[in-house]
């Protein structure tokens, strides 16, 4: 290998690293950066067309930028390896999203280049923002960028953030980085809006007639490089700016600049460094860069699991294969028949159409089914304006996501007890994601709330039926949660059966000990009391359906023939279903023994699904320990793991 094609990226382990390098040499450290980005995610799945959109931006800004003093705060984190891979984690990137390995997602304690952890979008600018407060009020020169996307930018939340920065004028760079995608096509006037700048061939042309002026002086030498320098706050203020959004709310505006020109990148982000106040750099870039099959179909790519680097070709389950359906898609299939009868129904998403499978209704009934762009908070109180006019909204978001609509379920829906049917998906451990994705909470926060019911369907048939029930007349609001994944059943077509609310269901009977259980982990106590009955040990089953209102007349019963009872949910266990079934047996001074199963008092970190039930004792085998233990009159499983 000669000296030229020595690669380079083995040599970065920090970004002074890269500093060390000559800005020439940036391009091949991109390039190599993608092909590791490429080489890793192929075989160890994650995010990937979102990183791959952003490697020469990362590289210039920790080229540029003194991290970690300086701060970068990446929104949503989905994009952030190539900054993982060039802050000293190379190395263990094969870990990454493993139990036990690297986060998906930039975390604090993590690294010291994580400013802040995220997950979750629309976060970067009020965190910057803090950041760079602190900044002032420590007197220290510390620069703070938040990097947020053009679809994370379309939450309230983001705007929050801008319309607060920029009053207080604090030295913050906002990198608005305009792919025009989400994970799917991003959605909106705000898309428009960016649409038109990136596309105004007069303002365009000035833009690059400056530029090519600017380049020009440059290379007349060191003297007009000075006064290039000089002028170019100046200069570059007056003439790259428009009038525009981003100006109106006090943020100097740059741009629109070629994301992937990592030279070009460098020179500006250093021209930005020295100009104070807030400002906001509209980079554009493409999701997938650099790797066709990911920059032809975006959406697919946006997180494609396993797939031949070679081919392009995606690891997807044999067609000869007959597997049980995903949850998602038997809510996609099943709002749509139930839109066909009944023409009050419409679906909403805020930015998830293909996770959740309501694109399945936006192709079929388009005028019916809304993708509202990552607005959850919107999402609930625009289903709440349908509902308060005679529609029956079903109002689909991830368990975690619904964390922040929560006071527009109560006040916009419940409080005034709209037929809202809030479909929550994710509901329980959702895997690789981790703590910021997992659906830990929502059987507690839900269940508090005055009118509202709070449903789990232990399968597909059960989840058809309950949305079925959820729009017969006037049921206030309906809310039913269901895992990631797949479910249990290949016949799961039948035809509708109204659930009574508030009414479990018997799956079989026992002699001391009972599962009382609450949605998809009801099959797991299933599979253990099928293994229990083989040993002669009869352990009752029950899939309570709701968590409220609860069935008490079954809870009577229960707690009446059985001496032990186990509660199983695949959520957090304070104030949670076994919570709920607590509280009734203090309230009818029941004093059976109990065992609550569920997530402990702390975040689940990442690892597969299945991993971190074991680690929560809700998966087949510790149920069936914790069942057999419970038989015998030994402490239970439970107690150790709590222990
Ligand atoms: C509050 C919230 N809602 C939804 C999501 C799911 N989500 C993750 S990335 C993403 C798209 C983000 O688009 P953009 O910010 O433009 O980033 P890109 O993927 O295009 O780089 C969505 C909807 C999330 N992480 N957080
Ligand atoms: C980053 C993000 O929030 C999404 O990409 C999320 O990882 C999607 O999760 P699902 O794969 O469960 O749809
Ligand atoms: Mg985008």
Known sequence: MTEETKRLLESIDTPNDLKRLDVSQLEQVCSELREFIIDQVSTNPGHFGAGLGVVELTVALHYVFNTPYDKLIWDVGHQAYPHKILTGRRKQFHTNRKYKGLSGFPKMDESEYDAFGVGHSSTSISAALGMAIAAKMNKESRHVVAIIGDGSMTAGLAFEGLNNAGIDKSDLLVILNDNNMAIDANVGALKEYLLDITTSKSYNKMRKDVWN???????????????????????????????????????????????????????????????????????????????????????????????????????????????????????????????????????????????????????????????????????????????????????????????????????????????????????????????????????????????????????????????????????????????????????????????EVGKGRTISEGNDVAFVTLGHPGNYAQTAVTRLAKQGIAVGLYDMRFAKPLDEELLHSILKRYRHIITVEDGALQGGFGSAVLEFMADNGYTNSITRLGAPDRFIEHGTVQQLHKDCGIDPESLFQTALKAAMELPTAAETIRK
């Open 213 to 499: 002026i600017l380049g020009n002086l440059e290379r007349l030498g060191p003297v007009a490089r000075r006064y290039v320098k000089k002028i170019e706050s100046g200069v570059k203020t007056a003439l790259l700016q428009q009038s525009n959004l981003f100006q109106s709310l006090n943020f100097r505006y740059f741009g629109p600049i070629d994301g992937h020109d990592v030279e070009r990148l460098t020179q500006v982000l250093n021209d930005l460094k020295d100009i104070p106040g807030p400002k906001l750099l509209h980079v554009l870039t493409k999701k997938g860069k650099g790797y066709k099959p990911a920059e032809e179909d975006q959406t697919i790519w946006h997180a494609p699991g396993v797939f031949d680097k070679e081919t392009g070709l995606r690891e997807t389950t044999p067609v000869d294969q007959i597997v049980p359906p995903r949850y998602q898609d038997v809510f996609g299939e099943t709002i749509v028949e139930l839109a066909e009868k009944n023409p009050k129904i419409l679906g909403i998403t805020p930015a998830m159409p293909s996770g959740c499978s309501l694109n399945i209704m936006m192709e079929k009934m388009p005028s019916r089914a809304f993708d509202v762009g990552i607005a959850e908070q919107h999402a609930v109180t625009f289903s709440a304006g349908l509902a308060a006019a005679g529609y029956i909204p079903y109002c689909n978001i991830y368990s975690s996501f619904m964390q922040r609509a929560y006071d527009n379920v109560i006040h916009d829906v419940a409080l005034q007890n709209l037929d809202v049917v809030f479909c929550l998906d994710r509901g329980g451990i959702v895997g690789e994601d981790g703590p910021t994705h997992h659906g830990m909470f929502d059987i507690g926060f839900f269940r508090i709330i005055p009118n509202m019911v709070v449903a789990a369907p232990m399968n597909e048939v059960e989840l058809r039926n309950m949305m079925y029930t959820a729009q017969l007349g006037g049921k206030g609001p309906f809310s039913i949660r269901y895992p990631r994944g797949r479910g249990v059943t290949h016949d799961w077509k039948q035809p509708f059966t109204e659930i």
